[in-house]
């Protein structure tokens, strides 16, 4: 029950590095299952889902070993479980990604259904609609989902709405699927692109991912292999937007700038002067902050896990911008914590007029999931006085010491245990 105290009113300057990427992690370790051979991830991030993912697979009967520096190997020799039991999957939905490779490879899977979150009621049914189109059969007891086939069999996949852990799932599940699978409509996000590279690195044969079609020609067996996952574009727009808001000038390393093609852009558009490296970006806070209104998309699009950190900043600027949240029915559970610091916030449905600058004042307040808890330390960052954080396991669950991270770039915020 760690709490975060931030004192704001801090400039920030001097280098932050990036970590892992959460989100290509977590399919990453989850497609080691598809194999009896070791896979060696690296630039693994050490945060809390990580470790619960670890917790899936070895309750799958797979070995992981965590080592210093991001490393993780896992070697699923031989599963002796196909259960990813309730405990874990309530703890992270992300649980739900060892359903493809499981049915895959040992033809049955039982998964505990992982049911609402803080955000959205977020259901699987396109999921489990494509693993049927695949053969397999699907039933719900006892909030668990049953899947069996004999060996899937390669399909056509139309995605109603883009999804990403959906997209994830077929395409590892159809690595191993008899024929070809073409998945339409399918999500673009770098993540997937990452998934396919070490996915190809084991012997698949996929073509398109990273675009809306994506061919897997499935194959008999896959092998080990070694990957290294690209850096937490997430984790890179919440400092770009810490600078923003807290003032100074600061550079972020080992990042992908061109993951991150649409929030720069907006970034920028705020008046946030950006300049851009390879994998570095060198980020000056402006005098006075634009008002820009943002809607959230799929990749390429504006990144809905970027859109609460923006409203901090929106909060700053001169005049109103509006931020239109199209992913989830309901991710604005920032914005009472972000009136009660004195953000003028007004909210209809999946909108939220935000209008600044107004002077936020340190407060006690509450995280209610990652994106918020991150959006909370950035108003903490502008704020008045002092801010205190509670529920930060939220944090903890997607960003690597965060805390620490900011100290060194000169924030006053400690972490109380
Ligand atoms: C992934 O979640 C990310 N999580 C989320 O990041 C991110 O917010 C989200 O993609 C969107 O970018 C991981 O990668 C582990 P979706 P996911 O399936 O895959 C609906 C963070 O902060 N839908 O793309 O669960 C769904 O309800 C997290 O790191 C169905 O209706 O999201 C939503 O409205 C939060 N049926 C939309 O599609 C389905 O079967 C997009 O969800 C699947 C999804």
Known sequence: MDKIRIVGGRPLEG????????????????????????????????????????????????????????????????????????????????????????????????????????????????????????????????????????????????????TVTGTENVLMAACLAEGETVIHNAACEPEISDLAELLQAMGARIRGAGTPTVQIEGVAALHGAEHTVIPDRIETGTFVAACALAGGEIEVRQCRPDHLRAVIDKFRETGVRIEEGPDNLRVRAPRTLRPAHVTTLPYPGFPTDMQAQYMALMSQASGSATITETIFENRFMHVGELQRMGANVRENGRVAVVTGPTTLSGAPVMATDLRASACLVLAGLAAQGETVIDRVYHLDRGYYRIDEKLRGLGADIERLS
């Not at 009896?36 to 470790?51: F, Q």
């Not at 797979?62 to 490393?71: I, W």
């Not at 695949?134 to 056509?156: F, K």
């Open 15 to 162: 280098t932050v590095r990036i970590s892992g990427a959460k989100n290509a992690s977590l399919p990453d370790l989850c497609a080691a299952l598809l194999s009896a051979d070791p896979v060696r991830l690296r630039n693994v991030p050490e945060v809390r889902d990580i470790r619960t993912m670890g917790r899936v697979l070895t309750a799958l009967g797979a070995e992981v070993e965590f080592r210093v520096g991001g490393e993780v190997q896992v070697h699923a020799g031989r599963l002796t479980s196909v259960e990813a039991p309730y405990d874990l999957v309530k703890t992270m939905r992300a649980s739900v990604l060892a359903l493809g490779p499981l049915l895959a490879r040992e033809g049955r899977a039982r998964v505990s259904m992982p049911g609402g979150c803080a955000i959205g009621a977020r259901p699987i049914d396109l999921h489990l609609q494509a693993f049927e189109k695949m053969g397999a059969t699907i039933g719900v007891e006892h909030g668990y989902v049953e899947a069996r086939a004999e060996r899937l069999r390669g399909a056509q996949i139309h995605f109603d709405t883009v």
